[in-house]
């Protein structure tokens, strides 16, 4: 019976092939949208690149010390802090005005520095990080200049120590984090496969409306044959989540083959966090299909919203909206879908697998455990009321 | 007007998602609006970072110079905890931690090089930015110790130093453009095209579908009503339906953010929000053309509305989009929404010019105008068949 | 002694304020072709549905071959066949693989769940269109589809409740046929429907429902020597007086005589010879006449006498 069952849903599920030409279309017309969108982003905005300056030498004036400093950090680093370009003052500020330039540094008696004001809405901007580091290098030499003409003034002798505290060097070293990707844009993709996984629900939901009397005609011909409903519910649960599974699937590899977003992680491990959440989704969408009569467009209604919701907590649309979430109702990370499997494939990128890993696997299937049975409670029901 | 009303009665069947549409982006309006804060920003100040310290060395070294990148930055101390950490880096939630080891202060008067360690993102601006910081700190520290003072002396030297240079940048002065206090504003419109473009779509696509199902088209076609007068009604009911929901924003908006909201700016706004109204009403149409079942819709819609404000600028805004992106959502309505919305609010960082604005409006009203040209084609080449 | 397959005592089945299965008794007999006969919304398929346990009631019990049915009686519903008065179908699959598909439902061996399907295809004749998705089928055709997922497994109680609703008179005389093939072959077959003639054509036992009430059962013949009418003869004149009348209505066995329209109806309970009488007395009286009509009486007229309504004007 369970095998009739299976097979003959796995064979309807396949027919429908609109249907499932959008469950798998779906994430990978978004994923290619997103490819272009974020693409570059990261390397636009994020990525340290080469910051343009002028240099004004006013009548002449050198500072060899500055100059020296300047070129040391234009030749010995890679890449290079800054490109320079000399020129005289009225031609760098309108370099500056049209955002040719990100500051001037002005030689005179002593060093400026100039930058285009940046509005407090821009702060985040390109724009504004690079002139702060220019006021940082600016700071730096001021500084030493500051402080190396003090110590001399108190003790001349101080002239031969400085050469090589002079220089330019890091104290610190930076850790090791991982050898996933830190490129936080891949997060979307994150919840891109999400969204996917919870839209499973649709198919769900059409499990639960088919297995009840009170919702379809064919539901009420089911509950009248000797097919016990959770034979019935097990089978096609199953080949649902299997073929939403391999819809799901395919996307994924082409998220990872074709476009060659870096997950971090082979694709095994994609694939079991894919199945994880379609367990849920199709759980979810199981649990609201069996809410008592309600009409098919809304229930699509609301798993539709609910899905997106989950996500847009999870970051789909703004990237840091889960940590929002964290601060203000942690408990709602908790039990978010859309954040535990994003949570998921994040884990196996930074950590690898580990048993925070297995803890958000658990959850999702807790989860689907859940709605499960608390659909099963409801369609358990032997008689209806009315049909 | 019987297709007009049948039209508001078949519209209640989309009214839980759009209400719950409704609530959501309320809610994030009322965030957003509250969290905006006005900063006058005359004098140059540099960027503010999110930096994690943790100090295992609790010595006065260590507290005065986590004091001085405090100045700077959004400082938080924690304990040292490497996923939780590594988490919020990888969201951007820190964008640096520094990790100040015991035996910092010895090492530090002690003449050490390897001073302290450091979680960061390789190769982006916040980490070279704020480790050239610290470095230049810790440089003019050994200077001044070098130079015979005392630790305590040397840091507040270096401090009092650092901050002579920072007060002596310059900025080039800008014209004032008096968009302050209005922050919230933009962001509410900056996202709003999402919203009503989820809203028009789930909300009329049924709709359409419903009227051009064949079994309904041809009675309705049978009937003494002609087709240009159902069309009409149709019409009409479209209008009347994107009307409404634009004017429900709009009073949220006023509810939200006062009178300010009937400056100029904040107008130019709204006029501007208007433009979503038929580009929007077009592609519900377009897609109901080919009648799509329930859940059809929501994929064909969640597809357009995010795939559309991904690439024009509506969740990520468009400086930060690559220039080849820009060069693909030029081909679409909301790229030229969202310009004017920049301009409008400064955000682009070109001031605002009344000819470009109306340019802009101008370019949308093309989109909506070809738009509409393709869902009568479409339409006409599916009755067709 | 007849063997109950079906009894119901005292059923009652109320939706909040409105009563529609009211104190229904009833009693189905192994071989029956059992038609269950009212208008529309007179509680006939809720009373299906409560002996097939998806409906809840409110009072009453329901023996279904001599057991209690209830939702996982899995061994009765086996023996069960039911076609719904919608049509219920996957889309998605093909006029063999629904028959198949269903009959698995009952059927676990696959050879004869083969043999099973293969004979319910030629029985319902869809042979050729076995292979066509139900979208693509006509009415009749669908409709004969939704039979035949119904007996497949070859059950032993077969209950379709108006199955011939919307279909075309060809397929609904083949769809009669089949249903009495079926009983033939050994099927007990309860039959819902609003059309009275269906019912008197097919059925051996009938129960006339009304409100949800039982309001009289028997076979055609006993249910029409239930009520006074027996005989119904119509006579085209040209002109009668109201004494004629009063003559026909003395007349032997005549109860009743209206003229109306050019035409003389006169209701008659029992006798034999009632026509004779009459065109008799015409003739005596040089009342010149055109078409005379006899008709017996029909379902409807039971039904009419004993609500007050036809079965069609509710």
């Given at each position: 019976m369970f095998w009739h069952e299976f097979v003959y849903e796995i064979r309807r599920l396949l027919r429908q092939k609109e249907e499932l030409f959008w469950v798998l279309m779906f994430p990978v017309i978004l994923g290619t949208l997103f490819y272009f969108a974020f693409g570059s982003i990261n390397n636009t905005t994020e990525n340290f690149h080469t910051i343009p300056v002028a240099v004004c030498r006013e009548n002449g004036a050198d500072n060899r010390a500055f100059t020296e400093t300047l070129t040391a950090l234009c030749e010995e680093t890679c890449p290079p802090y800054f490109d320079v370009s000399e020129t005289d003052f009225h031609t760098a500020k309108k370099m500056l005005q049209e955002n040719k330039v990100r500051g001037i540094f002005r030689i005179g008696e002593e060093v400026t520095l100039l930058c285009a004001s940046v509005e407090a809405e821009n702060m985040n901007s390109t724009l504004a990080i690079e002139q702060s580091i220019l006021e940082m290098f600016f700071q730096d030499y001021r500084a030493s200049e500051t402080a190396v003409t003090e110590l001399i003034a108190e003790n001349p002798a101080f002239a031969q120590k400085m050469p090589g505290l002079l220089e330019t060097v890091s104290y610190g070293s930076p850790k090791k984090?991982?050898?996933?990707?830190?490129?936080?844009?891949v997060q979307y993709f994150y919840n891109l496969i999400a969204m996917a996984c919870l839209f499973t629900s649709f198919a769900g939901a059409y499990i639960a409306m088919n297995n009840q009397a009170n919702l379809s005609a064919l539901g009420a011909r089911k509950c009248i044959s000797p097919c016990r409903k959770s034979v019935s519910v097990a089978a096609q649960f199953g080949s649902g989540i299997l073929t939403q599974f391999v819809c799901l699937a395919v996307p994924v590899v082409y998220l990872v083959?074709?476009?060659?977003?870096?997950?971090?992680?082979?694709?095994p491990l994609l694939f079991l966090t894919v199945f994880a959440g379609c367990v849920t989704g199709v759980a979810f969408g199981f649990f609201v299909g069996c809410i008592?009569?309600?009409?098919e467009g809304t229930k699509v209604g609301i798993l539709v919203s609910s899905s997106l919701f989950c996500c847009f907590l999870s970051?789909?649309?703004?990237?840091?909206m889960r940590n929002v979430v964290e601060k203000f109702c942690p408990f709602l990370n908790v039990i978010n879908p859309a954040v535990r499997i994003s949570d998921s494939f994040l884990t196996l990128n930074?950590?690898?697998?580990?048993g925070r890993y297995f803890g958000n696997l658990f959850a999702l299937f807790l989860m689907a455990a859940v709605f499960l049975a608390a659909g099963c409670m409801m369609i358990r029901r032997k008689t209806y009321a009315s049909i | 007007m019987q297709v007009f009303k049948a039209f508001f009665k078949t519209a209640r069947r989309s009214l839980p998602i759009n209400i719950m549409y409704f609530i959501i982006f309320s809610g994030i309006a009322l965030f957003l609006s509250r969290s905006s804060v006005d900063t006058d920003s005359q004098a140059f100040a540099s960027v503010a970072l999110d930096v994690a310290v943790i100090d295992a060395d609790r010595s006065d070294a260590s507290a005065a110079l986590t004091g001085y990148l405090a100045g700077i930055h959004n400082l938080t101390k924690l304990e040292y905890d490497r996923e939780a950490l590594l988490d919020r880096l990888f969201y951007r939630d820190i964008d640096f931690v520094l990790i100040l080891p015991k035996g910092f202060e010895e090492k530090l008067s002690g003449g050490e090089t390897d001073l302290y360690e450091t979680m960061q993102i390789p190769g982006v601006y916040s980490s070279v930015f704020v480790e050239g910081q610290i470095n230049t700190y810790l440089k003019a520290v050994r200077l001044y110790l070098a130079g015979g003072k005392s630790l305590a002396d040397a840091q507040s030297h270096t401090e009092k130093a650092l901050n002579a240079a920072a007060g002596q940048v310059r900025v080039l002065a800008q014209q004032e453009?008096?968009?302050?206090?209005m922050k919230g504003i933009y962001y509410y419109y900056q996202f709003l095209p999402y919203v009503i473009l989820s809203m028009i779509l789930s909300g009329i696509t049924p709709i359409l579908t419903t009227f051009w199902e064949e079994g309904l088209a041809k009675r309705i076609s049978c009937s003494s009503l002609g087709l240009s007068a159902k069309n009409l009604q149709l019409a009409l009911g479209s209008i009347v339906y994107c009307f409404g929901i634009w004017a429900l924003f709009q009073l949220i908006a006023r509810i939200f953010y006062?009178?300010?909201?009937?400056r100029e700016t904040g107008l130019l706004c709204m006029a501007n929000s208007i433009m979503i109204l038929p580009a929007a009403a077009a592609i519900a149409l377009i897609i109901s053309c080919f009648h799509p079942s329930s859940s059809m819709v929501s994929m064909c819609n969640n597809v357009i509305t995010l795939g559309m404000c991904f690439l024009c600028g509506v969740f990520i805004p468009q400086q930060q989009l690559g220039s080849n992106v820009c060069a693909v959502s030029k081909f679409l309505p909301f790229y030229w929404y969202i310009r004017n919305n920049d301009l409008v609010s400064g955000f682009g960082g070109t001031p605002f010019a009344g000819g470009a604005y109306w340019e802009n409006i101008g370019v949308q009203a093309l989109f909506a105008a070809a738009l509409f040209a393709l869902a009568l084609s479409v339409s006409k080449y599916r009755r067709g068949k | 002694m007849a063997v109950p397959v079906i009894k119901i005592e005292n059923l009652v089945k109320r939706y909040k304020d409105l009563i529609?299965?009211?104190?229904f008794n009833i009693q189905i007999n192994e071989g029956d072709i059992f038609g269950l006969l009212g208008?529309?919304?007179?509680g006939k398929t809720t009373t299906i549905h409560c002996i097939l346990s998806l409906l809840s009631f409110d009072k009453g019990t329901i023996e279904v071959f001599g057991e209690t049915m209830r939702p996982d009686s899995y061994e009765l519903k086996r023996q069960i066949g039911i076609v719904m008065q919608n049509v219920a179908v996957?889309?998605?699959?093909t006029v063999y693989e629904n028959i198949d598909y269903f009959c698995g439902l009952y059927v676990r061996d696959k050879k004869l769940r083969r043999k099973y399907v293969e004979e319910t295809i030629d029985f319902v004749e869809l042979g050729q269109f076995r292979?066509?998705?139900?979208?693509?089928?006509?009415g009749g055709l669908l409709r004969r589809l939704n039979i035949a997922c119904g007996i497949a497994h070859k059950p032993k109680l077969i209950i379709l409740d108006e199955?011939?609703?919307?279909?075309?008179p060809q397929s609904r005389n083949k769809i009669l046929e089949g249903i009495a093939e079926l009983n033939r072959q050994g099927a007990t077959v309860i039959y819902t429907s609003h059309y009275m003639e269906e019912v008197e054509q097919l059925c051996t036992r009938i129960a006339i429902m009304d409100h949800g009430k039982n309001i009289a059962a028997g076979t055609a013949d006993e249910l029409k020597q239930m009520?006074?009418?027996?005989e119904k003869i119509s006579i085209e004149l040209s002109a009668v007086s109201e004494a004629d009348i009063g003559n026909i209505r003395a007349l032997?066995?005549?109860y009743d005589a209206v003229f109306a329209k050019r035409q003389l109806n006169i209701a008659c309970s029992g006798g034999r010879h009632n026509l004779i009488h009459i065109l008799n007395y015409l003739q005596q009286h040089d009342i010149p006449f055109g078409r005379v009509y006899s008709e017996l009486p029909t379902l409807n007229d039971v039904f009419l006498e004993m609500t007050g309504r036809g079965l069609r004007d509710v």
């Open positions: 984090l991982t050898d996933g990707n830190l490129d936080n844009t083959y074709v476009l060659g977003i870096k997950f971090g992680v082979g694709l008592g009569k309600v009409a970051g789909l649309m703004f990237g840091n930074i950590y690898g697998v580990n | 453009d008096g968009a302050s206090g006062g009178n300010v909201l009937f | 529609a299965v009211d104190h208008p529309n919304g007179s996957f889309d998605a699959l292979k066509f998705y139900p979208k693509k089928l006509s199955p011939t609703v919307a279909v075309d009520i006074k009418k027996s032997p066995h005549v």
